[in-house]
């Protein structure tokens, strides 16, 4: 167990729906990751908070945006949702922001778009 | 560009064998930090290991082993006597500017 709590563990939805997706980083972690697996694409790199705010960017689509909230879990949400975005999406947290510091993944929320 | 490249998709190997994961990647950067993680059939990924690039030191933990050449630009991921609880999916990645980049994975198959 990583500490890292991820809600809920399955959604299914239909396409064109919003879906928000919750993460909690372990005690005392101030950064929070946000990642996409799925088979085509591999693990993706979405986006990045630390301590409230976004620190970078990566393949996240328009459609999808993310906060950290003051109590420091963050909240992925996808909205028009099509079939493609079904897939797993990871929520990762460290210590601090920076190359170095090792990121601990939650269990996952697999997404499903029908 | 920063690129991740895990060369075997898939292994299979008998248990108590040795197996040998392959990292390849591609920097332009002097400081990065690159890790292993490996994903069991349950979905969770597990961190493992993190080297900077600055620490060529071959790391041993247990049965697991990870040598680190810059001069190839290579990663790799050494498991002594394999077990079967050692079959998942194994990503290497690389850290740059907070962000991850992983490779797509090996699937490692350890057969009883």
């Known amino acids: 167990d990583s500490g890292v709590t991820q809600t809920p563990k399955h959604l299914i939805t239909a396409t064109g729906q919003r879906v928000t997706l919750r993460c909690s980083p372990r005690s005392g972690d101030l950064s929070v990751y946000w990642y996409q697996q799925s088979l085509d694409q591999g693990l993706q790199f979405l986006i990045h908070?630390?301590?409230?705010?976004?620190?970078a960017k990566g393949n996240i689509l328009e459609r999808f945006s993310a906060q950290q909230f003051p109590d420091l879990h963050s909240e992925l949400n996808l909205s028009s949702l099509e079939l493609g975005d079904s897939a797993l999406y990871f929520c990762?947290?460290?210590?601090?922001?920076?190359?170095?510091?090792?990121?601990?993944f939650g269990p996952g929320t697999r997404l499903t778009v029908t | 560009a920063q690129k991740v490249t895990q060369a075997q998709t898939e292994i299979s190997v008998v248990e108590k064998e040795d197996v040998t994961l392959d990292c390849v990647y591609e920097t332009r950067d002097t400081t990065y930090y690159l890790f292993w993680y490996k994903q069991p059939p349950s979905g969770e990924l597990v961190f493992l290991i993190r080297?900077?690039?600055?620490?060529?030191q071959n790391e041993i933990s247990g049965r697991y082993s990870w040598n680190f050449q810059k001069s190839t630009s290579s990663f790799n991921f050494t498991i002594t006597a394999s077990q079967v609880v050692d079959s998942a999916v194994y990503f290497c990645a690389l850290n740059r500017d907070d962000k991850i980049i992983f490779g797509k994975g090996t699937r490692l198959h350890i057969l009883p």
């Open positions: 990762a947290s460290s210590e601090g922001a920076g190359q170095g510091f090792e990121q601990y």
């Open positions: 908070y630390y301590n409230g705010e976004e620190r």
């Open positions: 080297r900077n690039s600055f620490d060529e």
